[in-house]
């Protein structure tokens, strides 16, 4: 039960350069999160989606862009990378139903921005 | 404005040595207190959620309870294995049409033999 996965798990840039986080869920979730974390500051959520085709800001989403174009995946994308982007960046996803539903994480994708 | 403190830092416990773990938080509305465990390396596992101040829920070593400003996780006589950064999170009435979380930094655990 592969649960969250995302791709890749370890990545070096270049200041300025582009790429793409995938996270895929395989559990059917309706919701799906991404969450940077950096030492000392916790979990912070970017952005999020509640459902194929939506998308909403969290409370640090400058400098990211997503799109859930199908259910299982949600993609996080850099345009222009910058140094103060090196983090941690995890997916999560939760059942849409009723409230109150834990969130369930992917291992990470560890990003160092040169 | 929702806000979760975890206490202490860190924490380093002999093996056999019971203790507990402290989350104060500040939330209109509680919905909802997650309790996760985050291994170095991998993403948060969740252990267990708490509803309504006087719940209490336990798994293996754990016991998690909840008032209505803080929720403890009780450690009981730990193992090396249970070595890990315990987070807590949690969700209120703001947030709760879309499950969103606001965590703690988290408590840093070494149990040593």
């Known amino acids: 039960n592969a649960g969250v996965t995302q791709t890749p798990k370890f990545r070096v840039l270049k200041t300025g350069q582009s790429m793409t986080l995938l996270c895929a869920q395989d559990?059917?979730?309706?919701?799906m999160y991404w969450y940077r974390q950096d030492p000392g500051m916790g979990l912070r959520l970017i952005h999020y989606?509640?459902?194929?085709?939506?998308?909403a800001k969290g409370e640090v989403p400058d400098g990211y862009n997503v799109s859930r174009l199908k259910k299982q995946n949600f993609l996080l994308g850099l345009e222009s990378a910058a140094p103060s982007q090196t983090s941690v960046y995890f997916c999560?996803?939760?059942?849409?139903?009723?409230?109150?539903?834990?969130?369930?994480f992917g291992d990470g994708t560890r990003l160092s921005i040169l | 404005e929702d806000q979760v403190t975890q206490s202490p830092e860190a924490l380093r416990l002999q093996e056999g040595e019971s203790s507990s773990l402290n989350c104060s938080y500040t939330?209109?509305?509680?919905?909802?207190l997650f309790w996760y465990r985050q291994d170095p390396g991998k993403g948060p596992e969740f252990l267990f959620t708490?509803?309504?101040a006087g719940e209490e829920k336990e798994k293996e070593r754990l016991k998690a309870t909840l008032t209505k400003k803080e929720s403890f996780l009780h450690i009981t006589a730990p193992k090396p294995e249970d070595s890990a950064t315990y987070l807590c999170?949690?969700?209120?009435?703001?947030?709760?049409?879309?499950?969103?979380?606001?965590f703690g930094t988290g408590t840093l655990l070494a149990v040593q033999p």
């Open positions: 989606s509640v459902g194929e085709g939506t998308t």
């Open positions: 559990m059917n979730h309706e919701y």
């Open positions: 999560a996803s939760s059942d849409g139903t009723g409230g109150n539903q834990p969130q369930h």
């Open positions: 939330v209109s509305g509680l919905r909802g």
């Open positions: 999170a949690v969700q209120g009435a703001r947030r709760g049409a879309t499950n969103k979380l606001i």
């Open positions: 708490l509803y309504s």
